[in-house]
């Protein structure tokens, strides 16, 4: 599966992006697609996943509320909803997929496929 993200950009603190990942080569089918995210010299951090059967999500704590994990059958893509962007979501957005148990959905190491990151960057 090649994954393509995008829909990065520069915004102002409150405002919103909506993120993207598309996948070729086969559908997302069986899998779990997540958004990760990696700031300049900090660890690549978990965000939001989305089991595309089934459509389970699961957040992190720092933006559960603000953002939204959805599917989009008929494009094979997957969002990522960003509301209420702050400094602090400043980063390198990744969207990466795996066939996950859903234990290890948070953990980066857990996915074989890897987009190309898009750059968010939210100013105060």
């Known amino acids: 599966v090649q994954l393509q993200a995008s829909g990065g950009g520069l915004v102002q603190a409150g405002g919103s992006l909506r993120l993207s990942c598309a996948a070729s080569?086969?559908?997302?089918?069986?899998?779990?697609v997540a958004w990760f995210r990696q700031a300049p010299e900090k660890e690549r951090e978990f965000v939001a996943a989305?089991?595309?059967?089934?459509?389970?999500?699961k957040y992190a704590d720092s933006v559960r509320g603000r953002f939204s994990i959805s599917r989009d059958f008929a494009e094979n893509t997957v969002y990522l909803q960003m509301s209420g962007l702050k400094p602090e979501d400043t980063a390198v957005y990744y969207c990466?997929?795996?066939?996950?148990?859903?234990?290890?959905?948070?953990?980066?190491?857990?996915?074989?496929?890897w987009g190309q990151g898009t750059q968010v960057t939210v100013s105060s």
């Open positions: 080569g086969r559908t997302f089918r069986d899998y779990a």
């Open positions: 990466a997929v795996g066939r996950v148990i859903w234990g290890l959905i948070t953990d980066p190491g857990a996915y074989g496929n």
């Open positions: 989305i089991r595309w059967s089934g459509g389970a999500t």
